[in-house]
């Protein structure tokens, strides 16, 4: 799940977080989430991985978009992208060692886990076009 914020000055940051050595690239920055549990959909799945892995996910949320990235014929990712009215979020178990809110113009700045990096330009996309 990419959580999108938008400060008052109009500048769009989205939560990072820095995978731990426990997890798959370990040390990379990605975005909350994990495997669906049987018959869980996307949203509901990411939710539930962004709860365990950063923080109870504000009430207060909008679903922006959604993107599929498929790198096998038998496993895929789909990131919801999701609009909250303020920063939230801390490392809350092993599988993270940091979150961060980073502007969206330095998110490649940041050494990206593989599958978030190849998906991170059709995900720009879903920020950019949230109402400025």
Same mark, same amino acid.
């Given at each position: 799940?990419?959580?999108?914020?938008?400060?008052?000055?109009?500048?769009?940051?989205?939560?990072?977080?820095?995978?731990?050595?426990?997890?798959? #690239?370990?040390?990379?920055?990605?975005?909350?989430?994990?495997?669906?549990?049987?018959?869980?959909?996307?949203?509901?799945?990411?939710?539930? #991985?962004?709860?365990?892995?950063?923080?109870?996910?504000?009430?207060?949320?909008?679903?922006?978009? #959604?993107?599929?990235?498929?790198?096998?014929?038998?496993?895929?990712?789909?990131?919801?992208?999701?609009?909250?009215?303020?920063?939230?979020?801390?490392?809350?178990?092993?599988?993270?060692?940091?979150?961060? @809110?980073?502007?969206?113009?330095?998110?490649?700045?940041? #050494?990206?886990?593989?599958?978030?990096?190849?998906? @991170?330009?059709?995900?720009?996309?879903?920020?950019?076009?949230?109402?400025?």
């Amino acid at each position: 799940m990419l959580f999108v914020v938008r400060e008052p000055n109009r500048d769009a940051f989205v939560m990072l977080q820095k995978r731990s050595a426990f997890a798959h #690239e370990g040390g990379t920055w990605s975005c909350a989430g994990g495997a669906l549990d049987e018959g869980e959909s996307p949203y509901s799945g990411a939710l539930r #991985e962004a709860s365990e892995e950063v923080g109870a996910v504000p009430l207060e949320h909008r679903v922006i978009g #959604e993107h599929v990235f498929s790198p096998a014929h038998d496993w895929q990712y789909t990131t919801v992208v999701i609009q909250v009215d303020e920063r939230f979020g801390s490392s809350l178990n092993f599988e993270t060692d940091a979150v961060d @809110w980073v502007r969206v113009d330095a998110v490649d700045e940041r #050494e990206l886990h593989a599958g978030f990096a190849a998906a @991170w330009p059709n995900l720009r996309a879903i920020v950019d076009s949230i109402d400025r």
